[in-house]
C-alpha cells in the first residue's frame, strides 16, 4: 500500500492513514512511556484521515472507481465510515481491485503473537463487489463461505490474521475461477491445505504461515505453473505436474534435526517440468543428507535456470550445490546471491570425512556433472566478496565448463570504497585461467 494520504488517477484511488496517524512517532512515544499521549495523536489522526477520505472519494460518489486500496491501520470506531467508502468505490459495479490492511503497524515485528485482524471486511464487500477481479486483505478477518458473491475473482491474497483451515478449504470452494493465491503470515494453521479440485489454481505463495507443531502443508494443483514457499521448513506434499518455476526459501530455519535433507530432496526432486529453481543455504547445507549424496532422486532435464539464493559457498555448502548441479544435466545459467554465512545448529557434514576448502572440495569431485559437458553457458554472481570458497568455486566452473559464455560477477557494494576496490580486484584474478570454453566473456561490475 502506498506510504501517501491519498493517490488517485483515472478511477484508481489508494488511501492511507499513515501521515496522519504517525505510527512512528507513536512507536517512539510508546517505547518512551508516553502511551496517552500516543493514543491521541492515533485517534485525532483517524478523525483528520476520514474527513480526508471522504473528500477524496467525492467525485466518484456517481461513477466508482476501478481499483480501491484502503490502508486503515487498527480502524476500531471508525469501521463504518469504511463501509460507506465501499459503497461509494462499487458504484457501477465497476470495481475490480480492492486492497484492504487494517493491520496494526506497530505490531508487525511480533509475529505471530502480534499477528491479529483489526478489522472485519465490511458487508458492503460482499454485497456490492462481484466484479472483483483482484482481493487483498491483510489483518481483515473475512467470512469464506461468502465469498461465492465473487464469481470472477481471479487473484486473491491474505496477510495477517489467524486462519483456520475450514476458512482456507471454503475459500478454495467458493471462488470458482481462482488463478492466483497468497497466504501471507498467517497463525493458528494447524496444516495448510489447497486442494483445487476446479484446476484453476497457476500460482500460489505460501509466505511465514505459522502453524503449531511442524505443521504440515499439502498441495493438489493440477494445472500450478508458479510455487513459492517461505519460511520455516514444513512437510511438504505436492501432486503439481506443471510447475514451470518453485522457490523454496527455508531461510528462517537454523536447526538440523536429522530428516530434513530427505524431505526436502523429495519435494526438490517432483518439480521435474521446472525450468528454474530457487533454493536457499539451509537447502544446500542438508539436502546431500538423503539417499544419496551425490544426486536428487530424481533428474529434471528440463531445468534451464537455478538460483541458489543468500548463499556464502561456504564449506557446509558444497556437497549440496554439487548434488544439485549433478541432478540438472541440462541447466544453462546458473545465478549465485552471495549473503552472510549461515551455520546450522547440529549440522551433520554428508561425507564420511571433515568438510574441505573450496580448493580441496572441488579437487574431490570424481563423479561427472553432466551440465558442465554441453549446456552451463552462463554464470551470474550477485555480491561476489572474492572469498578463497567464492574464488575456487568459480575457478572450477571454468576449468569444467566447456561451453561457457559469460561470467557477470556484480561486486558487492557493502563496505567502504576501498573494500569494493579489493573485491574488484579479486575478480580480475579469474582473468586469463586455463578455461575449458575459449569464448568465454568475464563482465565485471
Not at 502453524?211 to 511438504?236: C, M, Q, S, W
Not at 569431485?365 to 551470474?380: E, S
Request: hydrophobic share 40%.
Amino acid at each position: 500500500m502506498a506510504a501517501s494520504s491519498s493517490h488517485s488517477s483515472s478511477r484508481t484511488v489508494v488511501l492511507s492513514d499513515i501521515p496522519f496517524t504517525k505510527p512512528d512517532v507513536c512507536r517512539e512515544l510508546i517505547l518512551d512511556g508516553r502511551q496517552a499521549l500516543a493514543n491521541g495523536i492515533k485517534v485525532s489522526g483517524q478523525k483528520s484521515f476520514v474527513d480526508h477520505a471522504y473528500s477524496v472519494l467525492m467525485p466518484y460518489q456517481h461513477t466508482g472507481i476501478n481499483s480501491f486500496g484502503l490502508r486503515f491501520s487498527d480502524p476500531g470506531e471508525f469501521i463504518s465510515h469504511v463501509n460507506e467508502w465501499v459503497h461509494i468505490a462499487a458504484r457501477g459495479r465497476s470495481l475490480l481491485e480492492l486492497d484492504i490492511d487494517f493491520s496494526d503497524v506497530s505490531l508487525h515485528d511480533k509475529f505471530p503473537e502480534g499477528n491479529k485482524a483489526c478489522g472485519d471486511l465490511v458487508p458492503n464487500v460482499y454485497i456490492m463487489c462481484e466484479s472483483l477481479d483482484t482481493l487483498s486483505l491483510a489483518g481483515c478477518r473475512f467470512d469464506a463461505s461468502r465469498f461465492d458473491t465473487f464469481r470472477n475473482l481471479r487473484v486473491v491474497s491474505i496477510a495477517r490474521i489467524m486462519m483456520e483451515e475450514a476458512m482456507l478449504d471454503q475459500l478454495m470452494e467458493k471462488c470458482i475461477n481462482l488463478e492466483d493465491l497468497s497466504l501471507i503470515r498467517l497463525s493458528s494453521v494447524d496444516s495448510i491445505n489447497i486442494d483445487d479440485k476446479k484446476r484453476m489454481l497457476k500460482r500460489l505463495i505460501i509466505e511465514h504461515c505459522h502453524t503449531e507443531g511442524t505443521g504440515f502443508v499439502n498441495i493438489h494443483a493440477p494445472n500450478l505453473r508458479y510455487f513459492n514457499y517461505i519460511g520455516d521448513f514444513k512437510i511438504i506434499t505436492i501432486d503439481a505436474p506443471k510447475v514451470e518455476e518453485a522457490v523454496l526459501d527455508f531461510s528462517s530455519e537454523d536447526t538440523f534435526r536429522g530428516d530434513e535433507g530427505y524431505l526436502i530432496a523429495g519435494v526438490v526432486s517432483h518439480f521435474v517440468t521446472a525450468k528454474r529453481i530457487t533454493v536457499c543455504s539451509y537447502t544446500t547445507q542438508v539436502i546431500s543428507n538423503s539417499e544419496d549424496p551425490l544426486r536428487l532422486p530424481a533428474s529434471n532435464q528440463m531445468l534451464r535456470h537455478l538460483i541458489l539464493k543468500m548463499v556464502s559457498i561456504h564449506q557446509n555448502e558444497l556437497p549440496g550445490i554439487a548434488l544439485l548441479l549433478r541432478s540438472y544435466p541440462e541447466l544453462e545459467t546458473l545465478t549465485i546471491e552471495i549473503g552472510d554465512t549461515k551455520h546450522i545448529k547440529d549440522y551433520e557434514y554428508p561425507y564420511d570425512h571433515q568438510p574441505l576448502d573450496g580448493d580441496a572440495f572441488w579437487a574431490s569431485q570424481i563423479t561427472a556433472i553432466p551440465c558442465l559437458r554441453g549446456h552451463l553457458k552462463t554464470i551470474k554472481v550477485q555480491g561476489f566478496k572474492g572469498t578463497a570458497n567464492e574464488l575456487a568455486f568459480l575457478n572450477f566452473l571454468l576449468k569444467k565448463s566447456n561451453v561457457m559464455q559469460d561470467m557477470i560477477l556484480e561486486v558487492s557494494k557493502e563496505g567502504s570504497i576501498e573494500a569494493r576496490n579489493r573485491y574488484m580486484g579479486l575478480a580480475q584474478t579469474l582473468h586469463g585461467l586455463n578455461n575449458a570454453s575459449p569464448d568465454v566473456t568475464l563482465t565485471i561490475r
